[in-house]
T-cell receptor, first 116, second 110 residues
Framework: GAGVSQSPSNKVTEKGKDVELRCDPISGHTALYWYRQSLGQGLEFLIYFQGNSAPDKSGLPSDRFSAERTGGSVSTLTIQRTQQEDSAVYLC??????????????FGEGSRLTVL | DAKTTQPPSMDCAEGRAANLPCNHSTISGNEYVYWYRQIHSQGPQYIIHGLKNNETNEMASLIITEDRKSSTLILPHATLRDTAVYYCIVQNTGRRALTFGSGTRLQVQP
């Protein structure tokens, strides 16, 4: 596809369940980012993958959160034992680091997670 | 990364220029100024970025002061579809992910 694709677009789960959110970045983009946005709040950085370097996990709020990026392309964000405070829109972005647009992130439409 | 300060909200009349200010007095020499916007319920959208010189593209113009301590994003002819939260970010990217602050909520009035 032409843009960043995220799935599912909406997910409702029960407290304590595990969820997986998927991100398909723009083909050829070397950097991939996960952010989350709670209702009425700003964007909170979660994790950043850049090429083959070790990911920057400094934004992950707890050890219940993890993410991987397979083959330098698709990424999965996993939240274990979900809590109600995990309810938010989870946004994925990709970019082509090293070009003139090093800061031009392309965002997906997000995955809205609701934990009951 | 340098901190940015933006007004929390602004209004602009449709068809007029919208001038959104951003202060970044602690910016360092290798940090870029980026502008993004987020229209309600959508992912953020890149607008423009610059280092020292003023920049213009099809969406907006970016004016950076000579001392680089502040900048202004200009939407030359605002439309109702420009109503959004506008984020000014100062960062040396490539090393870290962009960090978004609280931004300026621009309301374009008919």
């Amino acid at each position: 596809g032409a843009g960043v694709s995220q799935s599912p677009s909406n997910k409702v789960t029960e407290k304590g369940k595990d969820v997986e959110l998927r991100c398909d970045p723009i083909s050829g983009h070397t950097a991939l980012y996960w952010y989350r946005q709670s209702l009425g709040q700003g964007l909170e950085f979660l994790i950043y993958f850049q090429g083959n370097s070790a990911p920057d996990k400094s934004g992950l709020p707890s050890d219940r959160f993890s993410a991987e990026r397979t083959g330098g392309s698709v990424s999965t964000l996993t939240i274990q034992r979900t809590q109600q405070e995990d309810s938010a829109v989870y946004l994925c972005a990709s970019s082509l680091i090293g070009s003139g647009g090093a800061g031009e992130l392309f965002f997906g439409e997000g995955s809205r997670l609701t934990v009951l | 990364d340098a901190k940015t300060t933006q007004p929390p909200s602004m209004d602009c009349a449709e068809g007029r220029a919208a001038n959104l200010p951003c202060n970044h007095s602690t910016i360092s020499g290798n940090e870029y100024v980026y502008w993004y916007r987020q229209i309600h319920s959508q992912g953020p959208q890149y607008i423009i970025h610059g280092l020292k010189n003023n920049e213009t593209n099809e969406m907006a113009s970016l004016i950076i002061t000579e001392d680089r301590k502040s900048s202004t994003l200009i939407l030359p002819h605002a439309t109702l579809r420009d109503t959004a939260v506008y984020y000014c970010i100062v960062q040396n990217t490539g090393r870290r992910a962009l960090t978004f602050g609280s931004g300026t909520r621009l309301q374009v009035q008919p």
